[in-house]
């Protein structure tokens, strides 16, 4: 499968953005997706993953309750509604499919295919 990320944009702090990954097939809703992250100079880190079914989702504890989660199997799409946007935010956010059984959902390896990346900047 083919992913797309866009959405990405520079906003001020408090701002809101919605991420949305596109994937090439409907392969789609069959793997578990994740969000990564990456800042100048750091290590990927996970943002937030959803089971295929989309009834359970995971969050990174520096986003939880402000960042969202979602897909939509018939759009072949997941979403990422990003409010109360801070500067530690920013970072070339990832989009990543993982096979069904490949383990911890918040390692990087653990994911089979990734998207391009969209920057997202936070500015204070």
């Known amino acids: 499968v083919q992913l797309q990320a866009s959405g990405g944009g520079s906003v001020q702090t408090g701002a809101s953005l919605r991420l949305s990954c596109a994937a090439s097939?409907?392969?789609?809703?069959?793997?578990?997706m994740g969000w990564f992250r990456q800042a100048p100079g750091k290590e990927r880190e996970f943002v937030a993953a959803i089971h295929w079914s989309g009834d359970t989702t995971y969050y990174a504890d520096s986003v939880k309750g402000r960042f969202t989660i979602s897909r939509d199997n018939a759009k072949t799409t997941m979403y990422l509604q990003m409010n109360s946007l801070k500067p530690e935010d920013t970072a070339v956010y990832y989009c990543?499919?993982?096979?069904?059984?490949?383990?911890?959902?918040?390692?990087?390896?653990?994911?089979?295919?990734w998207g391009q990346g969209t920057q997202v900047t936070v500015s204070s």
């Open positions: 097939d409907r392969t789609f809703s069959g793997y578990t």
């Open positions: 990543a499919a993982q096979l069904p059984y490949s383990g911890n959902y918040a390692s990087p390896d653990r994911y089979n295919y």
